[in-house]
């Protein structure tokens, strides 16, 4: 329970990372965070621990109290949010295509997706960027270890590095929350978050 995942804000109600619950106690106990209910209504420690939760399972329980897990903070002084470069992932890949195979330009469930290299490793392509993108089982079967031009197949869009988003950098746990949705309903969620590597 205590390492439940907890959505973090900056004090401009920005989703900013993503933390621990046992985590989101401490900085709420020392006042550096406050809990948000899903009117944005902010809540110090004293008055969190006030409120009773009709869930018994989304509690903490203490020698002398039970108090309901908060599933959103805010920072109280965190203005910022991380302006670093989008990681090359397969989270990244798959929004900068739109879940849509480069190849016959067909949307597809994640699930559907492979990632192919425009230029075979086989040919010294690499795992950049500019040399991946999204593509359909039956597209990257029908390519195989050729390049497009070679497979008599049109690439969609040139595949490029995405600008820098807020959210591309976030981890964010399988579990969600609807305590979240305020905050994230315009963020495209999935599991697949690790970093690609060449």
């Not at 890949?93 to 490793?121: E, G, M, N, S, W």
Request: proline share 5%.
């Amino acid at each position: 329970m205590l390492q439940s995942p907890v959505l973090v804000l900056n004090r401009f109600f920005v989703p900013v990372s993503v933390t621990s619950l046992k985590r989101a106690f401490i900085l709420l106990y020392g006042g550096a965070a406050k809990a948000v209910n899903r009117e944005y209504e902010t809540f110090d420690f004293d008055s969190w621990k006030d409120i009773r939760s009709v869930d018994a399972d989304d509690c903490v329980r203490t020698v002398t109290s039970v108090i309901k897990a908060p599933r959103v903070i805010i920072l109280v002084r965190y203005e910022g949010y991380h302006r670093k470069q989008p990681k090359f992932n397969r989270i990244n890949i798959f929004r900068r295509d739109a879940d849509t195979c480069q190849y016959c330009a067909k949307a597809f469930p994640k699930r559907d997706l492979t990632l192919d290299h425009v230029i075979p490793r086989s040919m010294g392509g690499r795992s950049t960027w500019d040399n991946i993108v999204c593509c359909c089982v039956k597209c990257n079967r029908k390519k195989g270890g050729r390049t497009p031009m070679q497979a008599n197949m049109k690439l969609l869009a040139k595949p490029v590095k995405p600008a820098a988003s807020i959210f591309s950098n976030l981890h964010f746990k399988t579990v969600r929350y609807e305590e979240w949705e305020p905050f994230l309903n315009f963020v495209d969620m999935s599991y697949w978050n690790v970093e690609l590597i060449d």
